[in-house]
């Protein structure tokens, strides 16, 4: 199975920079893509995809979104910063079956 | 107008039986891999299976046993059928639209609470 870890909290003040790491323990990468994913879930929400295939804005995503990484290490940066990104972040790997990171919440200060 | 909404039981004794159904609108099952994402108290997303667009399944090994996913074309129904519950199965239960190719989650339904217990 491949497994994902994130770290389980993250502060950022208003208007900076947040950034959140995914590393997997198995190489995600295939045929040119890094098959790794990242949704932000909002209290008694259901998750909503940002980013696929590492990279790539969902629709309807805000440019203040961006997703980078290959390989086994991957992060989502949030810049700049919004009240309303108060939530818990998951990467998502669709390589070899599907897994989840355990999420990072993300609190704005 | 992509829709998807999960409808079960609410309550469920233990060793019974979960039955959930997501009906789904504005797209065809057999354009898309179907998945079945639960999220249990105090835990993060937890990926339990899916139906491939042409009806095959796939689960995760730690349910592999108990779980039953199956789908109705002709009603645009999707099915989770879980058996032997424990508490531990209390939870929210999501549906959700995968891209065959890529398997990323681009729609999901609003879930469905279920609590485990006598």
């Known amino acids: 199975d491949i497994v994902l870890t994130q770290s389980p909290a993250l502060a950022v003040s208003l208007g900076q920079r947040a950034t959140i790491s995914c590393k997997t323990n198995?190489?995600?990468?295939?045929?040119?893509?890094?098959?790794m994913h990242w949704y932000q879930q909002k209290p008694g929400q259901q998750p909503k995809l940002l980013i696929y295939?590492?990279?790539n804005l969902a629709s309807g995503i805000p440019a203040r979104f961006s997703g980078r990484g290959s390989g086994t290490d991957f992060t989502l940066t949030i810049d700049p910063v919004e009240a309303d990104d108060t939530a818990t972040y998951y990467c998502?790997?669709?390589?070899?079956?599907?897994?989840f990171g355990s999420g990072t919440k993300l609190e704005i200060k | 107008q992509v829709q998807l909404k999960e409808t079960g039981p609410g309550l469920v004794q233990p060793t019974q039986t979960l039955s959930i159904t997501c009906t789904v609108s504005?797209?065809?099952?057999?354009?898309?891999?179907m998945q079945w994402v639960r999220q249990t108290p105090g835990k993060g997303l937890e990926w339990m299976g899916f139906?491939?667009?042409?009806?095959?399944?796939e689960y995760n090994s730690e349910f592999k046993s108990r779980l039953s996913i199956s789908r109705d074309t002709s009603k645009n129904q999707v099915f989770l059928k879980m058996n032997s519950l424990k508490t531990e199965d209390t939870g929210v239960y999501y549906c959700?639209?995968?891209?065959?190719?890529?398997?990323?989650?681009?729609?999901w339904g609003q879930g469905a609470s279920v609590t485990v217990s006598s």
């Open positions: 959700a639209r995968a891209e065959r190719r890529v398997q990323v989650m681009d729609a």
């Open positions: 504005g797209f065809s099952l057999t354009s898309y891999y």
């Open positions: 998502q790997q669709s390589r070899n079956l599907l897994t």
């Open positions: 295939l590492a990279s």
């Open positions: 198995q190489n995600v990468d295939y045929y040119g893509n890094s098959y």
């Open positions: 139906i491939r667009s042409g009806g095959s399944t």
